[in-house]
């Protein structure tokens, strides 16, 4: 039985094994998908950013060559008007009308290094009475010290937030200067107003606005549906969250010409916020992205990378059920052929019955589990059986030992252990007899069989037999002892003129009592 027993328990640990090492390979899938899934999710992220970064680039883009663009309109005009020596006033302002004709811009003025001149509508005027011409000045010494000495006509930008010449208007102020001409100044005034639809073109949906904002974050005009931001308010002054530190370097990124992106909120609303420098002035475009729109779009590039990893879950998982399938298959049929070869080694090839190995084994299990539960064990011998073997040889002699195989089982039940354990000798065990009455019932039985057994297939003989019983436990608590019983009690059995059953009991009482079958025929 501890055979038995260890070998089931190598065998559930082995599956135990198997399916430890799919769990934790499982396991590592899983985090392995996470990882990937994680990773797919940031690399995601980052090219929504750096997608929204590419459109504030390409709107910074727009407003560079919208105002290079007015720019070299205004040059052309500065080269006709200084080389072709126009002195009187309506002259030059006819000429800077057609200028304003030809661009957005609302008015051009003609000044000299005192910055007196004459206006595109032909009023004169003296830009040293603006508030901004200090600016302008400074601004314009900078440009030409950073200019190069073949570069006679340069342009020079400011934003003018109020213009005191018309009424208040915001506006771009190009100063082309020509140092050729005693400094003279062709400046344009473009409206910032101008830029607004420029601003709002192909504005995506998650755009919530699109500014041009100094590098300190004052705002000069501003698009989109978010009424929050205003031409004057500060950009980053609205912003605030986790994120204060990055905008803090965010306009020393934009002066050194590096655009970007940050995660911020305002007002308690998140959104992407990328930033592109435009290259005037360290002017940039700030473009505000809503999160939903930052998340979409993460959601749209993840959709085919789930997909992929549901795919590979499946794949993962069909293939596991496989594998435990198959080992589960694999420990079915082993076990069978295991079974069937146990049986095989188990069985007498002669008659199909048991052998002697398996026989006692079994009976010792019985003994071991049950020791208190009655049993009833038979030896018999087929009487004579040499003689049979020297008369009618031994080829009929295995066909006497091999129908008693097949026939004596049918009479008892599939439980109990019948076994070939000699030449011509058979064990009958069996078991949970709980009743005295059903020793002589099956004693009875036994004895019934052979009155009808014969064996043979041309020549029919019906041998006879000597039977010792013996009870378990009573006449023997293990299988030594009980099997000494049940032989003394055949040995009995012969003594006494064979073809008879004799118990244990009676056979060392020395008497024959009601017990003993004197003759079954």
Known sequence: MKRGKTKNEGEKNDIIKWLVLIAVFMMVIIAMVTFFSVKSSEASRKEAQQRVVKIAEEYAAKVYFELEHIAGTGKTVLYYLNHYGFDDNRSIAGIAESLCGSTPVYTVAYVDADGRGILSDGEEVDMGGMSYYPLMVDACRKTAEKASEADTVRTTYLYVADDEMKAGRSAILAVLSDDTQGGRKLCLY????????????????????????????????????????????????????????????????????????????????????????????NWAIVLGIGQSYIDAFVSAGWRDAMKMIHQMVVV?????????????????????????????????????????AATERKIQEYIMHHPEDQALMFILDIDNFKKINDTMGHAFGDEVLKSLGQQIGSIFRSTDVIGRTGGDEFIVFLKYLKEDALLEKEARKLCD?????????????????????????????????????????????????????????????????????????
């Open 190 to 281: 473009y409206p910032v107003e101008e830029l607004k639809p420029l601003l709002n073109a192909g504005l995506l949906a998650g755009e919530e606005f699109c500014a041009l904002a100094e590098a300190d974050g004052l705002i000069m005009e501003v698009a989109g549906s978010d009424n929050e931001f205003m031409p004057g308010d500060n950009v980053w002054d609205r912003m605030g969250g986790d994120s204060e530190t990055e905008i803090g370097q965010v306009a020393v990124r934009i002066k050194n010409g590096v655009s970007g992106s940050l995660r911020t909120e305002s007002t308690g609303k998140p959104r992407t916020l990328a930033y592109a420098e435009v290259g005037i002035n």
């Open 316 to 356: 993962i998982l069909i293939f596991s059920t496989v594998i435990v399938i198959m080992i589960i298959r694999g420990r079915i049929t082993a076990g069978e052929k295991s079974k069937a070869l146990e049986a095989k080694a188990d069985t007498d090839l002669l008659t199909g019955l048991n052998n002697k």
């Open 449 to 521: 069989f052979f009155q009808g057994f014969q064996a043979g297939e041309y020549v029919k003989y019906s041998p006879t037999s000597s039977i010792g019983a013996a009870v378990f436990p009573k006449d023997g608590k293990d299988f030594t002892a009980l099997y000494k019983a049940a032989d003394s009690a055949l040995y009995t059995a012969k003594e006494r003129g064979k073809n008879q059953l004799v118990f244990y009991k009676d056979a060392i009482a020395g008497i024959q009592g009601k017990r003993k079958v004197e003759k079954y025929r």
